[in-house]
Every structure is written in structure tokens, then in C-alpha cells.
């Protein structure tokens, strides 16, 4: 198979918004592509196809893998594993494989446990896109427009596999780079787990308040940017969060003491220190949004 | 002074976003009101002279003050009590005080310290309305539109005092409230200030790590949506933070146990349990937008 995507198979395994919403690209990028789907959903699987998405659907991984040039998961990180024992044994050996999970350590180990090894034609993948909201409902053909995909490919990885998936990501207008998979989680867990789980906490919290109508109606638009994120897909997240605990755990921990920190300035009402540290976190945004400027502003994990 | 604003002589002391937002909405809703305003900032005095939103403008409490019907405090918080001390000289018997900071109890003790009372017509004020700008160049004569003030009048306030800033607020397009001193504290802690502090946390977290730029260039718009409000004014939150330091506490000390709850069931992959979390999360913050539906999704405070 060359890079070129042009009349070839490819079966999106997992119609939710990140799956849907690659489906809808490719339609719109490639008509020439043959865009096949798997999803335990009926209802959607219809609907996509009504819509021209998809021009075929099946519940039935034989019929659908068989002769397929590109496979993509996409359902939640733990429930990889079981699709890539179905599948297994319907695999030709020049299909090529790769995931969207925000996760990459375990989907590395996924593939071990069923394989025996990561197959050279399963290239791991990340796009670093998505929104609070969730399902094919919400799917947009310019979801991955402008966005970053992280590949985690292997010394052994096939070159060609790496341009397939390269060609895929390119073709719905995403910008594609490649890092090291532990570096890959940690830096998630930073950037996009932590934040998660801290508005996940904090509605959690408020929520648990005896006053929380009160507090809910007088919260206002900071809170609800902030806590936008806690509507996101729950599924989804507790899968991350057991996918990648040792990471989490290590930059919460480190969240945790500068919480501490911060307590006992305003137990000391050190108004001085707490000046330097806002100051700080001032600046240091400020160098985030230098970093991303150009990026669209669209909600994304 | 009637509740009627038109011809009336308004002082607006502290031209940043929020005084300078107020003075540009009184101009816009009631031309026939005086505008006055002090700051420190000359070339912030003479702007807002030049672009019509101010008749006059003074560096001297008395002459600006002596005759004023309505003076608004709009600098931080812990310069309130300095501000009241050079006023208080030249306040006249009918001259109504108010002001627009986000935490009340420290502003009443203020006033206490200067004048051994709330004064009867001092009526503090909080408008639930901001952004992570700062400054009279982020100045908007439509920030106070849709939003909610809440009033915290005392039981020996000034009814007709109680309904100049009333008709202020309502002038300028809000909804006011009143609430009592201590719970409007516990529910800013909870809404407003605590959001603020852990977005502050979190880039100050993320800013330390050896891979900060790494870190920074794959961040996306959800932690750009969440740590937005961490590029708010640091001289603000300071005093906020130092004046409620006792209800910020309160609160940040129940998501710290939230958080360590959360860590351990990280710790034990204690995958249920996190879907419950999460769900509940969710449920509650869809309560939280049910709670707000229809009101502008503008950045606030």
C-alpha cells in the first residue's frame, strides 16, 4: 500500500467523536477512500452511513478487517486490548494498524499481550484534539484541522506503516510529529490528564457543598471555562487514568505539594509571596500562549 | 439624590477593567450623568477623557469628592482602607459609597477602621463580572450586561443609598442581588477564588517541570480554556487572597482531600470508583449550566 489513501479500505473502529469525527475528514478529503466502520451502535453506524460518512458498516471484524488496508481504533484505551484479540485473527499481513488513545504506554502493552510484540505495522498514534463533548452527534470534519498527532513508532516499526498513518493524519490537516512513548504519557499527564482531573475535583467538590445551588448560580463565566473540561466523556477518562496512573500520580503529587504550599501563604497571609508566585504563573502563561499562538482556539484535550 | 442618575455627579476611583468598564457604561446608558474619575495612571485619566467617557478628572480627594453624589472604590482590594482615609475629609452628609470588590468582609472592616461604622450609605458591591485582562484598555461598556451584582447592604443601610446603587448597577444592564457578607465570602471563596488559585497553581506546577517547553507546546485548548484565568491580574488576586484568605482556605483544604482521595484511587487503578467520580461530576456541572442557561458564556469573574 503507498501513502496515498486513494481507493483503500480503511475500517474506523469506534464511531464516537474522535472516530467520527476522522471518518467525516476522510470523506471529505478523500472521496475515493472506501471508509468502513465497526461500532457497538447500530443507530450510529445507520446514521453515518445515511449521512455519505461511511460506505459500509459491520458487526463482523472478519468481514470487515479481512482485506483492510488501514485499521484505526478508536474506542476507549481499555478496550483495546479485546478489539485487537478479535481481530487478530483477520488480519492480512500488510494491513496497518494504528489507535487515537491519549494513552500510549498501554496500548503498546496491549498490542504485547495479544501479538506477543508490538507488530511492526501497528504504528501507535495520538491526536491531540477532541472537545467536552463526546459520540458521533458531535463529530466535525475539522476536528484534526491544524491540530498535532503524536506517533510513537518503534526501532522496528516499518517505515512504510509509518507513512500510511503519516498520510492519514496529513490528509484531515493535521500537523504530524513523533516522541518516545514514556515521554509521551508524561507529558500528557501533564498537560492534558492533570487538568482533567482537577476539574473533574473541583466540580466534585462545589458539588458536594450544602450551599451548591447557591454556589452554582453565582458561579460565573471563569467557572465555567475552568470546569468546562468535567463534562467531558467519563468512560473515556477513567480508562486514561487507570492506563496511565504512574504518570498522573507523579506530576498530582507534585500539584498537591505546591497546593500546600499555597495553603500556608494564605495561612500566613504572606501577601508578598503570593504576589511573586501569581506573577509567576502570569509570565509563565504567557510563554504558553507565545508558544501556541496561531493554534485555533477550539476546545480540545 | 434620587435614584435617577441623569446630572448627578459619579467619582469612579481606580480606572482599570472594571471601573473603567463601569465609567463606559454609565457614558453609553446615561450621557447626562458627571463623570469624574481618579487613578494614579495620568495617561489613564486623560485617555478616557480624550475618548469621552470621563467629564473631568483629578489627583486631589477634595476637590473631586467634596461635591460628589455617588463615588465608586475601584482599586484592590487593600488599598480600599488608604483610599477611605483621604476621602473621608471631604465626604458630604448625602454623598453614597460604594464599591465593586470580590470580597466584602474585609471591605466592611475597612470602613470600620476609618470612619468606627459602615458608614449608612456606603452600600459594598460586588459586579460578578470581569476577565482575565486588566487594565482601562480592556475597558468594555458592555461587561456588566446580563451579569449579576450582588449588594451586601448592612440593617442599618440607607434604603435610598440601597437604591442609588440599585439604579447604578441596573443602568449599566445588571441584575442585582443582595446577600449577606460572610456567605457572599464563602461563596466567592468557593466560585470564584479557589478557580483562581488552582489555575495559578497549575501553570506555576507545569512552569517548574525540565520539559516546560515541551510541556507548553503540546498543551491544547482545554488547558489553555482551564489556566486562563491564571493570567489574571497578580496585584487582584493577591489582595483577594490575603483579605478571604480564611474562606479560600476552608475550601481549598476540601479539594486538597478530594485530590488525595483521587490519588489513591489512582494508586489502586480503582478503575469503579473513578467512573463514579466522574460521572458524578458531570452530572453536576450539566446542573451547573441548567443553573446558568441563558447567560452570556463570557469570561468572568
Request: one cysteine or more; hydrophobic letters at 45%.
Amino acid at each position: 500500500m503507498s501513502a496515498s489513501l486513494a481507493g483503500r479500505k480503511i475500517v474506523v473502529i469506534g464511531l464516537g467523536l474522535i472516530g467520527g469525527s476522522l471518518a467525516r475528514a476522510l470523506r471529505a478529503a478523500e472521496p475515493a477512500a472506501k471508509i468502513h466502520a465497526m461500532d457497538r451502535s447500530t443507530p450510529v453506524l445507520e446514521q453515518a452511513r445515511a449521512d455519505g460518512t461511511l460506505d459500509e458498516w459491520s458487526h463482523d471484524p472478519g468481514s470487515t478487517c479481512r482485506d483492510a488496508d488501514l485499521i484505526v481504533l478508536a474506542t476507549p484505551v481499555l478496550s483495546i486490548e479485546g478489539q485487537l484479540r478479535e481481530l487478530a485473527p483477520f488480519l492480512a499481513p500488510n494491513t496497518v494498524i494504528t489507535d487515537v488513545a491519549s494513552v500510549k504506554g498501554a496500548i503498546v502493552e496491549a498490542a504485547q499481550r495479544v501479538f506477543g510484540r508490538l507488530p511492526p505495522r501497528f504504528i501507535p498514534g495520538h491526536p491531540i484534539a477532541g472537545s467536552e463533548q463526546s459520540g458521533y452527534g458531535a463529530a466535525r470534519s475539522d476536528l484534526y484541522r491544524g491540530r498535532k498527532v503524536i506517533l510513537t513508532p518503534q526501532s522496528d516499526s516499518d517505515p512504510q506503516a509509518v507513512a500510511v498513518v503519516r498520510a492519514l493524519w496529513a490528509l484531515v490537516g493535521a500537523e504530524v510529529l513523533t516522541m518516545d512513548v514514556v515521554h509521551h504519557d508524561q507529558v500528557l499527564a501533564a498537560t492534558s490528564h492533570l487538568p482533567h482531573l482537577l476539574a473533574f475535583a473541583l466540580v466534585d467538590t462545589l458539588s458536594q457543598q450544602g450551599t451548591r445551588e447557591e454556589i452554582f448560580r453565582y458561579a460565573a463565566g471563569g467557572f465555567r471555562d475552568f470546569t468546562r473540561i468535567a463534562s467531558s466523556d467519563p468512560v473515556m477518562w477513567r480508562d486514561i487514568c487507570v492506563s496511565n496512573a504512574e504518570a498522573i500520580i507523579g506530576i498530582l503529587e507534585e500539584y498537591q505539594r505546591e497546593l500546600t504550599r499555597l495553603r500556608d501563604l494564605l495561612l500566613a497571609r504572606d501577601g508578598g509571596a503570593l504576589l511573586e508566585l501569581f506573577g509567576r504563573a502570569n509570565q509563565s502563561r504567557e510563554i504558553f500562549l507565545a508558544f501556541n499562538r496561531g493554534q485555533p482556539a477550539k476546545p480540545s484535550e
